[in-house]
């Protein structure tokens, strides 16, 4: 299974589409598919063998250190067959991450690629299914923030390479960054 993160439930609840779209033919609403950003016609997802913690706390903890912040996460397990049967094909690709170091773990990371928009259109329809028969998922914070810490621990991921606030979240001091300066060989003046 692939792991995909997204915003939130309500935001893909079938239900509220009336009360955000009065259109009669809105299918889902333009927040719920921003969820599904693309990158080079490329969607980003994780492999997982089954939804265990211990199969998931190394791509969970990785997505959220890719975050700007670590916060309460929602997720969707995505069957690899039934993306196939959708037209819809991935392989794998090295997962990007400033902070994650671990070859295994990044090694883990898919992209669904060749998304066109009819191709977007039956991720989303199939995401909105998943969600209607409560088939999401999600970490709250402490865990997550417990999951990146064993991933430093570990030396799988580089705290001197995520960002001040994450680095904050996880305790450890903010890296101050001097001011810029245009002309090196200038004085520096504050």
């Known amino acids: 299974m692939l792991l995909r ?18 259109r009669d033919d809105a299918l889902f609403t333009g927040d719920a598919i921003s969820d599904l950003r693309t990158k080079s016609n490329t969607i980003s ?7 265990t913690d211990a199969n998931t706390k190394d791509v969970l903890a990785t997505m959220a250190l890719n975050c700007d912040k670590i916060d309460k996460m929602f997720y969707v397990a995505l069957d690899e067959n039934k993306l196939l049967s959708l037209g819809l094909m991935f392989k794998p690709v090295i997962g990007l991450s400033d902070s994650v170091t671990d070859p295994n773990i990044l090694g883990r990371h898919r992209d669904i690629y060749e998304v066109d928009y009819w191709h977007l259109g039956l991720l989303a329809d199939y995401i ?11 970490k709250n914070k402490t865990v997550l923030t417990s999951w990146a810490k064993d991933l430093i621990t570990a030396k799988q991921a580089d705290p001197d ?3 001040n606030d994450i680095r904050q979240a996880l305790g450890y001091e903010p890296i101050i960054t001097p001011p810029f300066n245009e002309c090196m060989t200038c004085p520096l003046i504050v």
């Open 5 to 22: 993160k997204i915003a939130s439930k309500s935001r893909w609840d079938k239900n509220k589409i009336p009360t955000l779209i009065t």
């Open 161 to 163: 390479k995520m960002n």
């Open 128 to 138: 909105y299914d998943l969600i209607a028969e409560d088939k999401i998922y999600s």
């Open 45 to 51: 997802v994780w492999h997982t063998p089954d939804l």
